[in-house]
């Protein structure tokens, strides 16, 4: 009996997620995705510590030349409602058997054990772990990160080329007669000279302008690929008025943690690890390459460039800082990442907290009036036809219409954010759940709604009960006293992994982890369970936040060794200094600058500015000038403190090569010591 609980584990990759009941996809020809080199998993990897079981990152990836496929001429219409995106030509992969045996071997190992279930489990002892999930990718993932996984330049229209699967986003180029018109830059200098390079094969008229759809690292990255030194004067940068405020917030608030998780950074790539993000390809990492905006549009701006009319307006989507660019002559929408053939990323787990649904229906809706004969979306491919396009937009909007109006309906009518995301699932109009262009490649529908809901109601979910909780740690100890100790919590975790139950595993084998951390077989239990979860999971994000929590509970991964913040010169640089200053509280040690007064004066010597820090008893104040009587005075050039800011330089090391000059040695290595040291 035993051993038929083992192999239908070992089989049991079908589902989607957690709590899906069906039986996967059937047989389907093989073929292996092909990931691109994931430039910054490898820098991510360089934290990891060398203990740890490895396995997951055992198999060895050859670094693939990026090539660059140009189809000029050649456009990508929307696919129809009702045509799979081609997944039939991928699946999934496990070790041994064929896909057709295995699936045989799932639904009967699967009725037995649905059926039998609840007499075998107790008779398991604990030598009946469940084996480890087989790397593999979901069929309906694979097919659609294949899609995008060669660099491709695309013509839309006579003045338009969109650069596709260069990177997480796309780039546009308008080129007319006098020069290009760039719309959105990738995230790195590498990124913007690879797709230059794409277009180069066509035209060598100069960069005249740039546009930036919204401020996310991956539209504005790669600036200095199209501007390069000397020029800055000479070709402007567009933005919307709200984007120094957002990149302004994200200069404080951004930590690289949520975004290693979601973009699966310490992962391999390929079936063991990261496939892409949905979005777009793998994340690709390189050299900052940024430059701020120069002329900030208001709410709408209308010009000739290059012999083409653009007309530039306020167009928020996932974020509030939107700039969309509409081209009347050719028909063509650059919808920035306001739309996009995917289900809506109105809410993600990566910190992000400008997602309004309310804001997006209404630029979606002024998309809709302009009858754009071709819509390129910040990511994924482009829409053509004007009835196609008019029903994508419909259907995004309808989606997030939907779930907007039925969070609220359900908020006030008492339900918690986890029961409002379940019956919004429950009830999603059958035709927008069978849309391929709303697929959950990307944000899952619960964690749309759960963004909606705390956006509009907050944290609390409505139960009394929850004011009065105890904590998750305690909250485990007593579950596992509940169930009789914890072999027989652990024995309803396997149970439960081994009929395919794998939410309430997962829920199970935590608490095992967080009543005893050390318990090494409830971790490997966890990280299995995840494994399996995330091997199975159609949203790219679900699948690389599955796997890298697989990697912390096993070991593999120590989150403690990882840079809590580190961000480029050249993203502060347009930042002002009281910010940046205010923004050192978030990691001021509560402990270390408990019993202090301190007060600490900085001078910028090419600046001439000054400024002052008080760190009271865990407290920090800014002020605006000299203090009068300081602690500790420092002399600096602003672009060594933008490097300290960024966490790219720590105080001492930046007197020790004289990058700055302090009033005493042993006040600044004090004054560094009340602060996080990553
Ligand atoms: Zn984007």
């Known amino acids: ?108 190992a699967a009725a037995l054990t649905l059926g039998l279930a609840s007499i075998l489990a107790p008779r398991l002892d604990a030598g009946a772990a469940p084996a480890s999930p087989n790397p593999h990718v979901h069929p309906e993932l694979a097919a659609h990160q294949a899609r995008i996984a060669e660099p491709t330049l695309v013509r839309v229209s006579e003045h338009v080329y969109a650069a596709i699967g260069f990177d997480l986003g796309n780039l546009v180029f308008i080129v007319g007669d006098e020069g290009v018109v760039v719309y959105d830059t990738g995230t790195s200098l590498e990124v913007g000279r690879d797709a230059l390079a794409a277009l180069r094969e066509h035209t060598d008229k100069p960069i005249v302008a740039v546009i930036y759809s919204h401020g996310h690292l991956d539209h504005v990255g790669g600036v200095r690929a199209f501007v390069p030194p000397g020029r800055e004067a000479a070709i402007p940068i567009y933005a919307n008025r709200r984007w120094p405020h957002y990149r302004t917030e994200q200069a404080i608030q951004k930590t690289p943690l949520r975004g290693l998780y979601q973009m699966g950074g310490a992962l391999p790539t390929g079936d063991a690890g990261v496939v892409g993000n949905g979005g777009g390809p793998v994340f690709r990492m390189g050299s900052s390459g940024f430059l701020p905006p120069t002329i900030l549009v208001d709410d709408e701006l209308e010009f000739e460039a290059v012999g083409v009319k653009i007309r530039l307006f306020h167009a928020p989507g996932d974020v509030d800082d939107g700039l969309a660019a509409w081209l009347p002559e050719e028909g063509v929408l650059l919808a920035g990442d306001a739309y996009y053939p995917m289900f809506p990323a109105l809410s993600t787990p990566r910190f992000d907290r400008h997602r309004d649904a309310w804001r997006n229906l209404e630029t979606l809706d002024r998309f809709r009036k302009l009858g754009a004969e071709h819509v390129v979306p910040g990511h994924l491919w482009v829409i053509s036809g004007r009835e196609q396009v008019a029903q994508h937009l419909t259907a995004f909007r309808d989606a997030i219409q939907f779930m907007h109006d039925q969070t609220i309906r359900l908020l006030a009518r008492g339900y918690g954010q986890t029961e409002t995301a379940n019956q919004i699932r429950a009830s999603f109009p059958a035709h927008l759940a069978a849309d391929p262009d709303l697929a959950e490649y990307y944000q899952r529908l619960e964690w749309v709604v759960k963004g909606i809901y705390a956006k509009t109601g907050g944290w609390y979910g409505g139960d009394a009960v929850e004011l009065v909780q105890i904590g998750p740690r305690e909250r485990a100890r007593r579950l596992a006293t509940l169930a009789g100790g914890s072999g027989k919590l652990r024995l309803a975790a396997e149970s439960a992994y081994a009929v395919g139950d794998r939410a309430w595993a997962a829920e199970l084998a935590r608490s095992l982890v967080l009543a005893d951390p050390e318990d090494a077989r409830s971790r490997e239990l966890l990280a299995d369970i995840l494994r399996s979860i995330g091997f199975d999971a159609k949203s790219a994000n679900l699948r690389n936040y599955m796997l890298t929590e697989a990697l912390v509970v096993d070991g593999s991964l120590d989150l403690d060794r990882l840079p809590r913040r580190k961000t480029a010169p050249d993203l502060l640089r347009s930042v002002d200094d009281s910010v940046l200053f205010r923004g050192l509280g978030v990691r001021l040690d509560p402990e270390q600058s408990r019993d202090v007064e301190f007060t600490a004066g900085f001078t910028f010597h090419d600046t001439g500015a000054q400024h002052g820090l008080v760190v009271r008893h865990g407290v920090i104040e800014y002020l605006p000038e000299r203090p009068a009587e300081a602690d500790l005075r420092v002399v600096l050039e602003r672009e060594t403190w933008l490097a300290i800011a960024g966490g790219n330089l720590s105080w001492l090391d930046a007197l020790h090569s004289e990058a700055a000059e302090a009033s005493s040695k042993e006040a600044l290595a004090r004054f560094e010591g009340f602060f996080d040291d990553r």
């Open 1 to 108: 009996m035993r051993k038929e609980i083992a192999l239908t584990l070992d089989s049991c990759s079908e589902s989607e997620e957690a709590d899906a009941k069906t039986a996967g996809p059937g047989p389907r020809r093989p073929k292996r995705i092909r990931p691109r080199e994931a430039v910054w998993a490898r820098q991510w990897r360089s934290f990891f510590p060398a203990r740890g079981r490895t396995a997951t990152r055992s198999e060895p990836q050859s670094p693939r030349k990026r090539t660059t496929h140009a189809v000029i001429g050649a456009r990508i219409p929307g696919l129809k409602p009702g045509e799979s995106g081609g997944a039939t030509d991928v699946t999934v992969h496990r070790r041994g058997d064929s896909p057709a045996r295995t699936r045989a071997t799932y639904i009967g």
